[in-house]
């Protein structure tokens, strides 16, 4: 079975600062999918960014960063300019051929 | 486009009662279909995925039961609830065979409060 390991249960950081979630994973497998998703107060859950782990280049999405270290089993997610919206729980996400969530990181962006 | 619906969003059941939430998806055929629980403040527990009519695969041994009647719509079930059922369950979807690149898309979930 995978296993992913989010092992940050809570961030705080202050509004248009930078805040770096962290995640690691373990598998056997050489292709796969990393995610993160969003799920804030309404609890719907949003995919904020993918990684596919045969490309080297870290996946960008606006303001979301992430920093995939394949032989580490890392896959870090930056939060850069951090806004009032992005107030939510973040999970990481293994996909080989099913979708393992890691326990979730609740980040609050303090005004 | 593809849309996913799930219902009831909200509801409480006394504990013995029976449990029936349901999930369709639209504007596909042939979707990978799965069964989410999320206790509070926790993450995300796979109970069953389905990949085609009639095929159920559990991952945890549980109280809870799962079936597809058809191909776009999946079915929880329970014929006894426990107050240990209580939790956020989690509908979703991902385009059938081979791996997806683009994860899973999910429902708007079901808050279950079992009393």
């Known amino acids: 079975a995978q296993t992913v390991t989010q092992s940050q249960p809570e961030m705080s950081v202050q509004e248009a600062e930078t805040v770096t979630l962290s995640c690691t994973y373990d598998?056997?497998?050489?292709?796969?999918?990393l995610f993160w998703y969003k799920q804030p107060p309404s609890r719907q859950m949003i995919l904020v960014i993918r990684?596919?782990?045969?490309?080297?280049q870290n996946a960008t999405e606006n303001r979301f960063s992430v920093n995939f270290q394949k032989a580490a089993k890392s896959f870090s997610l930056k939060i850069s300019d951090s806004q009032l919206g992005d107030t939510a729980m973040y999970f990481c996400?293994?996909?080989?051929?099913?979708?393992?969530f890691g326990a979730g990181t609740t980040v609050t962006v303090r005004a | 486009s593809q849309t996913i619906h799930q219902w009831p969003a909200t509801l409480v059941q006394p504990v013995g009662s029976p449990l029936s939430l349901e999930c369709t998806v639209e504007?596909?055929?042939?979707?990978?279909l799965y069964w989410y629980r999320q206790a509070a403040g926790r993450g995300l527990q796979l109970l069953f995925y389905?990949?085609?009519?009639?095929?159920i695969s559990s991952e945890v041994p549980q109280n809870l039961s799962a079936s597809r009647p058809q191909d776009r719509q999946f079915i929880l079930s329970s014929k006894k609830l426990l107050l240990s059922d209580s939790g956020f369950y989690l509908c979703a979807w991902s385009p059938g065979q081979g791996m997806n690149p683009y994860g899973y898309t999910f429902g708007s979930g079901t808050r279950l409060t079992v009393v």
């Open positions: 598998t056997s497998e050489n292709n796969y999918y």
């Open positions: 990684q596919e782990a045969y490309k080297q």
């Open positions: 996400a293994f996909f080989d051929y099913k979708l393992s």
């Open positions: 389905s990949v085609g009519i009639g095929q």
């Open positions: 504007g596909t055929s042939n979707p990978n």
